[in-house]
């Protein structure tokens, strides 16, 4: 396949735009929260106390995230302040990214305070170990609430299922990055990219190292690509065949 860099460039800018935005640190300050109040208490595995965090503290946050045990529980109180809320949707972002995690309440009694406790391992079906940024947000007839906040899965992430699948991601990719450019194959390439980005980003999350804060997976995801891209346009070229 031919270079086509106007190809190239015009797919690309919008990429670097998105890049450019997400290169600042994700939120690493507080833990906040709008229109609600919330209070999290973590048990250990012996049901001791681990660790807690509010609403508006420092804790939550990237420096300090909340943590708990897989093997533990967490209790969560929460209000929603001066509102009555009603057929309420609500739902949860895990780095920015929509999760099966969301529902619906018609909270016909008005209630404005709640709480639960939660076993840690049963919202897997694996165990996890790292850091993690969360956000979510519910809204409904009366008013809404929003927040977000770090939180750390204590642990040895070495022979989690998440660590093995990102470095298995990150060799394919590699793999594939190869193919696209030996082969100047754009699909092998950008496929490559982001197997390449992805496993990266698991990789750094299980080992609760996150440079560019909650924007790092998708700052790898989209460097990926580009790469990808890059690889596919750059690929060597293949000697003409002889006879």
């Known amino acids: 396949m031919r270079p086509v860099p106007r190809r190239l460039l015009a797919s690309a800018a919008p990429l670097l735009a ?30 001791a106390p681990f660790d807690t965090a509010a609403g508006g503290d420092a804790s939550g946050s990237m420096d300090d995230p909340f943590l708990v045990e897989w093997d533990g529980s967490v209790r969560w109180e929460g209000t929603t302040g ?39 391992g049963a919202t897997a079906p694996f165990r996890l170990a790292g850091l993690f940024f969360v956000s979510g947000s519910m809204s409904g007839d009366g008013g809404s609430c929003s927040g977000s906040g770090w939180f750390k899965i204590a642990g040895d992430p070495i022979g989690t299922a998440p660590f093995g699948a990102g470095i298995g991601a990150a060799l394919l990719g590699l793999a594939l990055l190869y193919v696209g450019w030996s082969r100047r194959s754009w699909s092998a390439g950008v496929l490559g990219g982001f197997l390449l980005g992805m496993g990266l980003a698991m990789v750094l999350i299980t080992i609760s190292v ?28 293949r000697a003409p065949a002889v006879g």
């Open 210 to 237: 996150l440079p560019l804060g909650a924007a790092t997976p998708l700052v790898l995801l989209g460097l990926g690509v580009l790469a990808g891209m890059v690889a596919a346009w750059l690929g060597r070229r």
């Open 18 to 47: 998105l890049l450019l935005a997400l290169l600042l640190p994700g939120p690493a300050g507080a833990f906040p929260l709008s229109g609600c109040t919330l209070t999290l208490n973590s048990t250990d595995a012996s049901g």
């Open 82 to 120: 001066s509102q009555v809320i009603t057929n309420t949707a609500w739902q949860v972002d895990v780095f920015y990214l929509p999760t099966p995690l969301r529902g619906g309440d018609a909270n016909a009694a008005g209630d404005q305070q709640g709480s639960d406790d939660l076993d840690v």
